[in-house]
C-alpha cells in the first residue's frame, strides 16, 4: 500500500489533507524559495512545489512504496509574486496594493514516488475591499499576517477584507482539494480513509 507523505510545514495543508479524510505523515523539505529573475509566477509554483516533493522524498529513510506531496501557494498582484512580508512596513504596503482589487492566487501540487512526478495548478481570483489604514494596522497586530503570502490569511481574521473569490477557495487556503483528492486517486490513494 502507498502511503503519503507532506512535504510541507504549513498548518493549513495538514488541516487540508485531514478534512478530506487522507492519512499522511509530515516530512521537512527545506528549499531555497527563491523566484528566478522573469520567472513567470505559475512556474515558480510549480517548480517550488516539486522541489518540496523531491527533497521530501529524499529526506524518507525507506522510500519504497512512498508518494510525497509538495505544495506551494503565490499571491500575484499585476504579475509580482507577493511572498510573506519582511516586516510591518511590508505587510501594511500589500494590503494597501491589495485593497480594492483582485489578484490571483496560484496554488501548485506536486507527487513524487521517486521516478514519476506530477505537477498541476490551481488558480482563483480573490477580490478584496477597501482596508482603511487602522485596519491595516489592526491586523498586522494581530499576528496573522506576519507568516502568509500575500500578507494575509483567508481562512482567518483576513477573511472580512475578501468580498469574493472566483475558483477554488481551497486553493487559495494552501491546497486545492479537488485537483488533489482525483492526483490521489489516480495514485491509490483514496479520500475518506479517516471518516
Not at 524518507?60 to 509580482?80: I, K, Y
Not at 494596522?137 to 469574493?164: C, H, M, N, T
Request: proline share 5%; aromatic share 6%; with cysteine.
Amino acid at each position: 500500500m502507498t502511503r503519503l507523505y507532506l512535504a510541507s510545514g504549513s498548518p493549513r495543508r495538514r488541516e487540508l489533507l485531514t478534512q478530506i479524510g487522507v492519512p499522511f505523515t509530515v516530512v521537512t523539505a527545506p528549499i531555497d524559495e527563491t523566484p528566478h529573475p522573469s520567472e513567470a509566477p505559475e512556474h515558480y509554483v510549480q517548480r517550488m512545489a516539486m522541489e518540496k516533493a523531491r527533497a521530501g522524498w529524499q529526506s524518507l529513510a525507506e522510500p519504497s512504496d512512498a508518494l510525497v506531496l509538495g505544495a506551494d501557494t503565490a499571491v500575484v498582484l499585476d504579475g509580482r509574486i507577493l511572498g510573506k512580508p519582511v516586516d510591518q512596513a511590508d505587510g501594511l504596503a500589500m494590503l494597501t496594493s491589495l485593497a480594492g482589487r483582485s489578484h490571483q492566487v496560484i496554488t501548485a501540487v506536486a507527487l513524487f514516488d521517486g521516478q514519476q512526478h506530477q505537477t498541476l495548478a490551481e488558480s482563483a481570483v480573490v477580490t478584496f475591499r477597501q482596508i482603511c489604514v487602522n485596519q491595516a494596522r489592526a491586523y498586522w497586530a494581530s499576528g496573522e499576517p506576519a507568516d502568509k503570502a500575500g500578507g494575509y490569511a483567508i481562512q482567518g481574521l483576513g477573511a472580512v477584507f475578501v468580498e469574493k473569490v472566483e475558483g477554488s477557495y481551497s486553493a487559495v487556503v494552501g491546497l486545492g482539494l479537488y485537483q488533489t483528492a482525483l492526483a490521489l486517486e489516480r495514485n491509490g490513494i483514496a479520500c475518506w480513509q479517516a471518516v
